[in-house]
């Protein structure tokens, strides 16, 4: 076994992943409570009091809600990079320096064999970034909130065995949706969310012969559906020649309940 993980919770009410090598476990953030978080571990199987850490992509209350308290009880080293760390001042609660750890953007740390590289997308929060994970020549992929994925993105997060991708939303949808216009814009906007049919484009651009699993995150609540959100990607996935359920499969996931524990 390389790696195993869960999207523990992925939605614009909380998002958290867990990640496990044999000897190692994190969690990329911790946007819900630390009693629910709790929670969603336990219904893997799963200790918090065991965690070694947890990597945080921005300070948006839906990455970060739990993360002061789970730091505190558990005595958990917390990783950000510096602009990150100034923007979650304040919101958090007190963490002891000696857990805060800075992981700067684009850049690799390694972790009893599980090396972890950061790279950056557009969002419009101070310095967001997410993470690879690779370990026993396995690659996991985490990208969500990005207005788009750039070449540059592409390139580093081509061929992963598996990847959480964001499909944040339905165009039409959010378009007919009560939302303020204002809200429409930040979300349609290169620093907003990408949308199902973007989200397919760009996954053509990466998927590789190693590629096997996709999970769709950080589906809207209001504007998108499971269902809608797997046609529209596996649709621009074979308009695009690759279809879905030979090399590779679309996974649902859920802003309460866990994905299975799966090896990378």
């Known amino acids: 076994m390389s790696m195993r993980f869960s999207v523990l919770a992925s939605g614009s009410s909380g998002n958290a992943i867990y990640v496990e090598t044999a000897e190692k476990a994190f969690l990329v953030d911790a ?3 630390c009693k629910q978080m709790g929670n969603l571990l336990e219904k893997i199987d799963r200790d918090p009091a065991k965690l070694d850490g947890i990597f945080v992509t921005h300070e948006h209350s839906d990455h970060i809600k739990g993360l002061g308290v789970m730091a505190r009880k558990y005595k958990l080293p917390i990783y950000a990079n510096e602009r990150t760390w100034k923007a ?9 320096t000696e857990q805060k750890f800075v992981f700067g953007m684009e850049t690799v740390q390694s972790f009893a064999g599980l090396e972890v590289e950061s790279f950056g ?23 969500t909130d ?9 390139g580093m997060i081509a061929n992963a ?3 959480v991708f964001e499909s944040n939303h339905d165009i039409q949808m959010l378009q007919m949706s009560r939302y303020p216009w204002s809200v429409k814009r930040r979300i349609l906007s290169d620093f907003g969310h ?3 049919e973007d989200a397919a484009l ?27 959100a797997r046609m529209s990607v ?5 308009a695009q020649g690759m279809p879905v359920g030979l090399q590779f499969d679309l996974f649902d996931t859920d802003p309460s309940i866990p994905t299975e524990l799966t090896a990378v």
């Open 88 to 96: 979650m001042d304040g919101l958090t609660g007190e963490i002891a």
């Open 194 to 196: 990408v949308s199902n």
């Open 31 to 33: 946007g819900l409570s």
């Open 121 to 143: 997308v557009s969002h419009d929060a101070a310095e967001p970034m997410f993470y690879i994970f690779r370990s026993g020549g396995k690659k996991l992929v985490i990208i």
């Open 234 to 238: 596996q649709q621009t996935l074979e």
């Open 146 to 154: 990005t207005g788009y994925v750039s070449d540059r993105m592409k």
């Open 202 to 228: 760009a996954m053509s651009e990466v998927i590789g012969d190693a590629t096997k699993r996709i999970y769709l995150a950080h589906l809207s609540r209001d504007n998108n559906m499971k269902d809608l």
């Open 161 to 163: 065995d598996m990847y």
